[in-house]
């Protein structure tokens, strides 16, 4: 019986898409707001660029860069802890790539499209039914109208219904080989090794495909992921804590103001002098003489 290895942990995600270019057009295809006249026909793949670290996240990024024979650039990252801070990152990793397919003096028709594609493993839209989030740039009032150049794409893999009726069944396998896959799968759905490409990528999950210094490479990724989380985790109590501290603190000052006010309003209906009153309560004389006019 095969023992198959997570594909979402970067080095299984870089070997299954970062050296096959067949399987990773199979996936882009499938997975991308592609219209049918503009499907991926070939890929080669370019080298990723180093972009700005995600405040709290210490491990790099596992992320993919492509170009069709089109001049199509596509980019896909796999995020195991969600920041919100991640959906800039995507932003400015396919913008940098936008920006460079030009050099200083060359028109801008000369430049073409460049999706950003973010499969994500934990649940960041409140909503239950939302799990893939296409973005373009579109006139506020007519999503009609669209500035083409940037398509960012992020998929939620734990939130998707693997037994949707509304997808492509082939958009929806290839998430299925994502979300299904890990270290404890004994067994693998037969609609999944019906495909060729999701076939060879399952074939490159299994362990006995590894060296031992992979592996423990492999372990290390999920104990620095395990770490993260509980570092972001306990900033999040921190904060928490923090925040109704000041809360309580907040509501003492204001319940200490709301209560000068009231004594202050009674001594001025009991006939006490503004000078009186500043002294006693602290209540500016301005704020007094107001209330005195009304």
């Known amino acids: 019986m095969s023992r198959y290895l997570d594909p979402k942990n970067d080095l299984v995600f870089k070997k299954v898409f970062g050296e096959h270019p067949k399987i990773l057009k199979s996936f882009l295809n499938a997975v991308l707001p592609l219209p049918d006249d503009c499907q991926i026909e070939e890929l080669e793949y ?92 579109v006139k506020v009032g007519d999503a009609e109208k669209i500035i083409e150049g940037l398509t960012l794409v992020f998929v939620e893999l734990q939130k998707f219904p693997i037994k949707t009726r509304h997808e492509k069944r082939l958009k929806i396998l290839w998430l299925r080989f994502l979300r299904e896959l890990s270290d404890q799968t004994s067994e693998v759905s037969a609609e999944l090794f019906a495909v060729p490409e999701i076939s060879e990528a399952i074939a490159l999950t ?57 004594i202050a309003k009674l001594m001025i209906q009991q006939g006490f002098s503004i000078e009186q009153i500043n002294f006693l309560t602290g209540i500016s004389r301005q704020t007094i003489e107001s209330w005195l006019e009304k």
């Open 46 to 137: 370019l080298p990723s660029e180093q972009v700005p670290l995600i405040p709290g996240l210490k491990r790099p990024i596992v992320d993919v860069k492509c170009r069709d024979n089109k001049g199509n650039i596509f980019i896909v990252e796999m995020q195991m802890v969600w920041t919100d801070s991640f959906k800039q990152r995507l932003l400015f990793n396919a913008a940098s790539a936008y920006v460079r397919q030009l050099n200083r003096g060359e028109g801008y028709k000369l430049l073409n499209p460049v999706y950003g594609l973010a499969l994500v493993n934990q649940n960041f839209d409140p909503d239950p039914t939302q799990w893939y989030h296409h973005y373009n740039m």
């Open 206 to 262: 299994e362990e006995s495909g590894f060296t031992k210094a992979e592996l423990n490479a492999y372990d290390g990724y999920w104990d620095g992921i395990s770490t993260e989380k509980t570092l972001l985790m306990g900033r999040f109590d921190e904060g928490q804590a923090k925040g109704k501290a000041e809360g309580r603190a907040e509501g003492r000052a204001e319940g200490r103001a709301e209560g000068k006010t009231e």
